[in-house]
């Protein structure tokens, strides 16, 4: 019996996706399994960090954390009590932990928060109660003092994550090794204040080199980082872990010569007929025509 003419064939209309597909440029069609989850493959195993590379934003900015969590450079966040102030955040466990669970939900790795007190005892409550926020995802900070570091032996006891913060001198980095702090946090911009003639930077070579030959698991956090140049040869000495502020962040990305390239760039394909649609289809189109055929 004959099918009506209402009637569709499977086998014909195979045929005919087929050869639509095949009328699609190579490039297109190649573009369009690009786009689609299931035929990525990342370059290297999961198991494999990319770079041993770590950066971290400085700053207690909701905005900038939505702004630069965006490009995923940036590992982590930290914080100190004199940020919070500075980005109008209250320095709460209450607000901590809803700054830590926007962190989470923005894709950040790690949340850096300091705990406070005038006695080990009290910097030890308040860092319980930090690191409780979500262990898997906070990191405390704890200044290098006596009371800081009796508050970090009986933490490390606990398994809490610890960063060291307010290093200025290469002795110090060995005290935070020993206690056995995930980050050891020198203050490289305040350092060159201090010491004058650039010391600070030699100062912080010295403790990465101290950390390479130890060879300990302690990483150097770098932090008050004030020029992207000074974050370059720091890791042309073997520094792989800063903490920079959103304007240095920017800095990043303000490089004119770059800038200048992309508008000529631009200029030249907007000559060239790159945004004339009727010329070909844009990629969102072919994306649109693509997703029908399934």
Same mark, same amino acid.
């Given at each position: $019996? &004959?099918?009506?003419? @209402?009637?569709?064939?499977?086998?014909?209309?195979?045929?005919?996706?087929?050869?639509?597909?095949?009328?699609?440029?190579?490039? +297109?069609?190649?573009?369009?399994?690009?786009?689609?989850?299931?035929?990525?493959?990342?370059?290297?195993?999961?198991?494999?960090?990319?770079? !041993?590379?770590? $950066?971290?934003? *400085?700053?207690?900015?909701?905005?900038?954390?939505?702004?630069?969590?965006?490009?995923?450079?940036?590992?982590?966040?930290?914080?100190?009590?004199?940020? %919070?102030?500075?980005?109008?955040?209250?320095?709460?466990?209450?607000?901590?932990?809803?700054?830590?669970?926007? =962190?989470?939900?923005?894709?950040?790795?790690?949340? &850096?928060?300091?705990?406070?007190?005038?006695?080990? &005892?009290?910097?030890?409550?308040?860092?319980? *109660? %930090?690191? =409780?926020?979500?262990?898997? /995802?906070?990191?405390? !900070?704890?200044?290098?003092?006596?009371?800081?570091?009796?508050?970090?032996?009986?933490?490390?006891?606990?398994?809490?994550?610890?960063?060291?913060?307010?290093?200025?001198?290469?002795?110090?980095?060995?005290?935070?090794?020993?206690?056995?702090?995930?980050?050891?946090?020198?203050?490289?911009?305040?350092?060159? *204040?201090?010491?004058?003639?650039?010391?600070?930077?030699?100062?912080?070579?010295?403790? &990465?080199?101290?950390?390479?030959?130890?060879? +300990?698991?302690?990483? /150097? /956090?770098?932090?008050?980082?004030?020029?992207?140049?000074? $974050?370059?040869?720091?890791?042309?000495? @073997?520094?792989?872990?800063?903490?920079?502020?959103?304007?240095?962040? @920017?800095?990043?990305?303000?490089?004119?010569?770059?800038?200048?390239?992309?508008?000529?760039?631009?200029?030249?394909?907007?000559?060239?007929?790159?945004?004339?649609?009727?010329? @070909? +289809?844009?990629?969102?189109?072919?994306?649109?025509?693509?997703?029908?055929?399934?």
């Amino acid at each position: $019996m &004959q099918p009506s003419s @209402g009637s569709s064939n499977p086998q014909k209309s195979s045929n005919m996706q087929q050869q639509q597909q095949q009328q699609q440029p190579t490039s +297109a069609l190649y573009s369009m399994s690009m786009l689609d989850p299931a035929h990525r493959r990342d370059p290297v195993e999961k198991s494999e960090p990319f770079t !041993k590379l770590r $950066m971290f934003l *400085d700053s207690a900015s909701i905005t900038n954390w939505e702004l630069w969590m965006s490009t995923r450079l940036f590992y982590g966040i930290t914080t100190n009590p004199a940020i %919070l102030e500075k980005d109008g955040q209250r320095c709460t466990l209450s607000n901590l932990q809803r700054l830590c669970h926007i =962190g989470e939900e923005l894709g950040v790795k790690e949340m &850096q928060f300091q705990a406070w007190g005038d006695s080990a &005892q009290s910097m030890v409550s308040v860092a319980l *109660d %930090l690191f =409780g926020m979500n262990p898997e /995802l906070v990191v405390v !900070k704890l200044p290098c003092t006596l009371e800081g570091f009796q508050a970090a032996a009986l933490l490390r006891e606990s398994s809490v994550r610890i960063t060291l913060t307010g290093i200025y001198t290469a002795s110090q980095v060995l005290l935070a090794q020993s206690v056995g702090a995930e980050y050891a946090a020198p203050y490289l911009g305040r350092m060159n *204040d201090a010491y004058g003639n650039n010391k600070g930077f030699k100062e912080v070579v010295e403790m &990465q080199r101290i950390l390479h030959a130890q060879k +300990a698991r302690t990483r /150097l /956090l770098v932090a008050s980082v004030r020029e992207p140049s000074a $974050m370059a040869s720091l890791a042309a000495e @073997g520094c792989d872990t800063f903490t920079i502020s959103p304007a240095v962040a @920017g800095k990043l990305f303000a490089v004119s010569y770059t800038l200048d390239a992309v508008e000529a760039f631009e200029a030249s394909a907007r000559r060239m007929g790159a945004y004339d649609q009727d010329e @070909g +289809a844009t990629t969102s189109t072919l994306f649109h025509r693509h997703g029908n055929n399934h």
